[in-house]
C-alpha cells in the first residue's frame, strides 16, 4: 500500500519558488530555507528589499526575471527537485479590466514553465490556486473541492485553466503536481497598502491613522488564514505522496468585513475612519473553505484564530512603523 508520505530527505532537496519575493514567497523561503539545500527564488522583484530574510540570505539563490522569459525560466529549472508556482501578475479586483493580458501573462508562461519541468527532472510542482474566486458563487457553504467552478473574474479563470494543464500535463507526461486552492492568507511581512490582502491594508492604514476603503456595504464573508498555518501545508506537501491533487486551505470560519474592522479596532484600541464605496461586481458575497480534505489527509489544521493573529499582524506593523 503506498503511504501517503515519503521520506524524501528534504535537506537533500533543491527548491525554487517563483514568485519568491511576495508576501507568501518570502514567508515561504523563510520555512523552507532551513530544512533543504538550496532555495532558488525566481522573481521580478528583489526578495532582500527589507530584512526580513537577512537570517537565511546565504541559503537563497536570487534569478531576477520576468515569468514570460522562457530562456531564464529553464536556466532556473536546473538541477531543481521542486517548484512552488507562487507567480501571478493581476489581481482579483483588476483581472477583468484587461482579460486579454490576465491570461497571456499567466496562462502561457506557465505552459512554457510545464514544457521544460516536464523535460527536466523536476519531482513535483505545487501549485498556489485561489480558493476565494475558482468556484464563483457558492451554492454551499462551507465549500468543498468538488463544488463546481464558475469565477465570476478572469484571475479565478486563469487559476483555474492552469489547474486543468497541470492534470494534462500529468497525464501526458507523468509530471507529478498538487494544487493548494488557498483562502485568504494574512500575516507578517504583509502591512502595506497594496489593494490585494483586505486584513494587510486595513492594518496598515489603521497603524498610519488613514481611512480605509470598503467596497459595498461590508457585510461580504471572506475565509482568512494565517500565513504561518498555510506556510505549513504548502511544506507539507513537499513530502506528501497521497493520491489526492487539490486541497482547500483556510481557516474554514467566515468573517464579514465589518467584523474584520471590529476585530482590528478593538486589537490596537482606536476608532477607524471607515468609506464606504460602491460595490464592484468582481466581489463575491460569501466564501468560506471546507477544509476538512486537508484536516483528513495531511492532517493539517489551522492553529492560529484571527484575534491572534491581528495581535502578531499588529505588532509587526509596530515594528516596521518604528524602523
Known amino acids: 500500500m503506498q503511504l501517503p508520505f515519503l521520506d524524501n530527505d528534504m535537506k537533500n532537496l533543491n527548491i525554487l519558488i517563483l514568485g519568491g519575493s511576495g508576501f507568501i514567497g518570502k514567508n515561504l523561503c523563510r520555512a523552507l530555507a532551513p530544512k533543504c539545500r538550496q532555495i532558488r527564488c525566481f522573481s521580478l522583484d528583489d526578495p532582500f528589499g527589507d530584512d526580513f ?5 546565504d541559503k537563497i539563490q536570487w534569478i531576477q526575471g520576468s515569468f514570460d522569459n522562457a530562456a531564464l525560466m529553464m536556466q532556473s529549472l536546473e538541477q531543481i527537485d521542486i517548484v512552488y508556482h507562487l507567480v501571478c501578475t493581476t489581481l482579483p479586483a483588476s483581472s477583468n479590466s484587461d482579460l486579454k493580458f490576465d491570461l497571456v501573462s499567466n496562462v502561457l508562461p506557465t505552459l512554457s514553465l510545464l514544457e521544460a519541468a516536464s523535460a527536466s527532472k523536476v519531482r513535483k510542482i505545487i501549485f498556489v490556486s485561489s480558493g476565494g474566486t475558482v468556484y464563483g458563487v457558492p451554492k454551499q457553504v462551507p465549500i468543498p473541492e468538488t463544488h463546481e467552478t464558475q469565477p465570476i473574474c478572469g484571475y479565478g479563470i486563469h487559476k483555474l485553466a492552469i489547474e486543468k ?6 497525464h501526458l507526461h507523468g509530471l507529478d503536481y498538487r494544487i493548494l486552492r488557498l483562502s485568504n492568507p494574512y500575516g507578517k511581512n504583509q ?60 481557516s474554514g470560519i467566515g468573517y464579514s468585513i465589518l ?51 491581528l495581535r502578531y499582524l499588529a505588532q509587526y506593523g509596530r515594528d516596521r512603523l518604528k524602523n
Open 191 to 250: 502591512v502595506s497598502d497594496r489593494p490585494q490582502g483586505v486584513i494587510g491594508n486595513f492594518m496598515h492604514k489603521a497603524l498610519a491613522g488613514e481611512p480605509l476603503s470598503v467596497w459595498g456595504d461590508g457585510a461580504a464573508v471572506r475565509d482568512y488564514v494565517y500565513i504561518d498555518d498555510a506556510i505549513e501545508a504548502f511544506v507539507d506537501m513537499v513530502e506528501y505522496n497521497g493520491p489526492s491533487r487539490l486541497f482547500n486551505i483556510g
Open 53 to 57: 530574510l537577512d537570517d537565511v540570505r
Open 259 to 309: 467584523e474584520i474592522i471590529e476585530q482590528i479596532q478593538e486589537t490596537i484600541g482606536c476608532k477607524l475612519d471607515v468609506r464606504f464605496h460602491l460595490a464592484r461586481n468582481v466581489d463575491l458575497p460569501l466564501n468560506i473553505l471546507d477544509i476538512s480534505h486537508a484536516r483528513a489527509e495531511l492532517k493539517w489544521r489551522p492553529r492560529t484564530d484571527l484575534k491572534t493573529g
Open 165 to 170: 494543464y497541470l492534470h494534462l500535463y500529468g
